[in-house]
Every structure is written in C-alpha cells, then in structure tokens.
C-alpha cells in the first residue's frame, strides 16, 4: 500500500492479509502531518509501515498475533507502482532544519493476541539523536492480549513507551485463546527510550525493559484513535542499564 498523503480507513474497509506494508511517501510536502490510520480490526500476522511526512503517526490494530517485521519489494507489471521493501514502524520528526508545527509522531499498536518486535519501532527516523543530551519527540503505545517480546533488531526508539498486556479469554473473530497462561513483557534489548510505563495484569508474570538512554520510570498519557483505546497505565519497575 503506497500514498502520497493521509492513508485510513473505517470500520468496513478492514484489511485481511498475511503481511501488509504501508508507505507514506509524502514527495509533495515538507512539512503535513499526514497519517497511517489502521486502527479498526484488520487481520493481519505481520506488519510494517514508513510515515515519511514530518509529525504524521502510524496507527495500526490487528485481532491476530502480531510481527512487527519486513515486507519486501514489489513492482505492478505495465505500471508505474513499485512498492520499496519496508522493515519494521518508522515515523518521521523534525530537523534542526525544518521549523515544524507538530512534531507528534507517535506509534500507536494494538494485537489481539502476542506481539513481537523482530523489526524497530523508530519514531527519530529523521535525525541523527542518539545521545543521553538529546531529545526524542514522540511517543510509543503497545497494547497486547499475550507475549510481548522483542529481538535484537526490533528495538524501539521513543520519547516515551506506555506498554499494556491485557489478557482475554477470547478475541472475536480469531482462534487465540491465552486464558490461564502467564504472559510477560519482556523488552530487553538495547531500546532508546527516554520515559516507560509498562502494565501487565497477569498475576505472576514478568516485566523486563532494558534502555540505552537516561531513564524515568514515569508515565504515558491516554490515547484513543478509531478502535484503538490505550488507557494510561500505572507506572511498573523497569530494569535498565
């Protein structure tokens, strides 16, 4: 899926796929803060997305278990549509060049089942900061109903992290069942995070959160887009280093 400017959808244009990839290309603009607005109940085992207009979010929910991963190049035959292998979630912020009005690229995620990170969630894609003096913009929201895991590839970069594994006993629509089962947040890699906020309602699971960066176990606000609500969670014990 390729677009020069705000990509959505409503409750009716649900997406069916193994993997789907999305790019905001935004050749025509500096500065619009156009989004990837995904967030009703698609069905989808692996996603990854770019947002290259400054300030514009990504937004994305599907009922299944979910990858954040790569989806690889594909040109139309006879027309001029070439889609760019895509890996991972990538937002784009303002430059020390650019006087940008929003900056707010946040990411905003929801699984009905585990969620893993096997590609990054960048929401710096446009600058070099990568220092404890420098400033981050936008945010990070992860909501999950299992697992939520990470590899050494999928490390996430964010101002802040608000993460919510919620269990259910079923998901409408889809065969995951992960009642009973203990279900942890395990995020150890070498993530850049500035701020965290994790909750895990599952009695005698884990929370494991590692962050190259200063770091304040604070808090994350509420957000809610399409059918998407992340509720603020309580601040959780992080391990860092």
Do not use: K, Y
Not at 91 to 113: E, P
């Amino acid at each position: 899926m390729i677009a020069d400017d705000q990509i959505t959808q409503d409750t009716d244009g649900l997406i069916v796929a193994d993997e789907l990839g999305v790019r905001l290309q935004d050749i025509t603009e500096v500065v619009s803060n156009e989004d990837i607005s995904l967030g009703h109940a698609n069905t989808v085992n692996e996603f990854a997305a770019r947002n290259q207009s400054i300030g514009g979010e990504v937004t994305f929910q599907s009922i299944n278990n979910l990858t954040i991963g790569e989806v690889t190049d594909q040109a139309a035959t006879n027309a001029n549509i070439s889609f760019a292998t895509t890996t991972g979630v990538f937002t784009t912020s303002a430059n020390t060049l650019i006087d940008a009005t929003d900056t707010s690229n946040d990411v905003l995620i929801q699984t009905g089942g585990f969620l893993s990170l096997d590609e990054a969630i960048d929401t710096n894609n446009n600058r070099a900061n990568d220092t404890d003096t420098d400033t981050f913009d936008a945010d990070v929201r992860l909501i999950a109903n299992g697992d939520i895991s990470q590899d050494a590839e999928g490390i996430v970069t964010a101002n802040e992290l608000g993460v919510l594994q919620s269990r259910v006993a079923h998901v409408a629509g889809n065969d995951i069942d992960v009642t009973g089962t203990v279900h942890d947040v395990d995020l150890g890699f070498d993530n850049q995070v500035d701020e965290v906020a994790i909750s895990n309602v599952n009695s005698g699971a884990e929370i494991n959160f590692h962050s190259t960066r200063n770091l304040v176990v604070g808090s994350v606000d509420a957000a809610a887009i399409q059918g998407i609500d992340f509720e603020a969670p309580a601040p959780a014990a992080a391990d860092t280093a």
